[in-house]
């Protein structure tokens, strides 16, 4: 099922969240957050979860914004202003949940949300988190294509960036 998320439900997202950067190293980069701010930006537009027997297995949210070359890549491309853009981001599933549809509802679920709010849903991801961009392929999203950010270490991260199907 999949239902928005209430404040009661950020410490299991949380909890799935440093799960998942054990497992899969995702997030590569945290920056200054939290595994708890990470779960839930300020800026969110919305958030949902999904749950198998009333426990929290995911979660997904709606922001207005995500990397400046993203936003600058997915208006130009799609011919659109960045204000009619909502990037779909902060997508986890717990590792013990995967491949049984979960992220797969869970996208279908924020795209429906961001159409309600008027926007057109877009994401970036990290090239090397090779099974988003599997299941991105296999629902249909459209590569619009790709850039680099320059991190603090001196590391680049290379992004690709997806249109809705
Ligand atoms: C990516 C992620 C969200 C997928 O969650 P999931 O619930 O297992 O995905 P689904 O079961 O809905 O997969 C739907 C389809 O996507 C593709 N897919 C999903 N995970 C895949 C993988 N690891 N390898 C290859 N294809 C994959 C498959 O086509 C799958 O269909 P199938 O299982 O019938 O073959 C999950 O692996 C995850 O949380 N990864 C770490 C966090 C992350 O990378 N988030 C996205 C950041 S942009």
């Known amino acids: 099922m999949i239902r928005s998320r209430t404040?009661?439900?950020?410490?299991?997202?949380?909890?799935?969240?440093?799960?998942?950067?054990?497992?899969?190293?995702y997030p590569s980069f945290l920056g200054d957050d939290t595994f708890l701010s990470f779960?839930?930006?300020?800026?969110?537009?919305?958030?949902?979860v999904a749950t198998s027997d009333d426990t929290v297995v995911g979660q997904v949210v709606l922001r207005p914004r995500s990397a400046p070359g993203s936003v600058t890549l997915a208006a130009r491309e799609l011919g659109m202003e960045p204000e009619q853009l909502g990037f779909?981001?902060?997508?986890?599933?717990?590792?013990?949940?995967?491949?049984?549809g979960v992220a797969r509802r869970l996208l279908a679920h924020v795209v429906d949300e961001a159409h309600d709010q008027h926007l057109h849903a877009v994401l970036d991801v990290v090239t090397r988190?090779?099974?988003?961009?599997?299941?991105?392929?296999?629902?249909?999203?459209?590569?619009?294509g790709g850039h680099s950010i320059a991190l603090r270490s001196g590391a680049s991260l290379e992004l690709l960036v997806f249109s809705e199907p």
């Not at 779960?39 to 537009?45: E, H, M, S, T, Y």
């Not at 779909?88 to 491949?99: E, N, S, W």
């Open 88 to 100: 779909v981001a902060r997508l986890l599933v717990a590792p013990t949940a995967r491949r049984r």
């Open 129 to 144: 988190d090779v099974a988003a961009i599997a299941l991105y392929d296999a629902t249909g999203w459209r590569r619009l």
């Open 39 to 48: 779960v839930g930006p300020r800026d969110a537009l919305g958030a949902w």
């Open 7 to 25: 404040s009661d439900d950020l410490d299991s997202c949380a909890a799935i969240a440093a799960q998942v950067h054990d497992v899969d190293g």
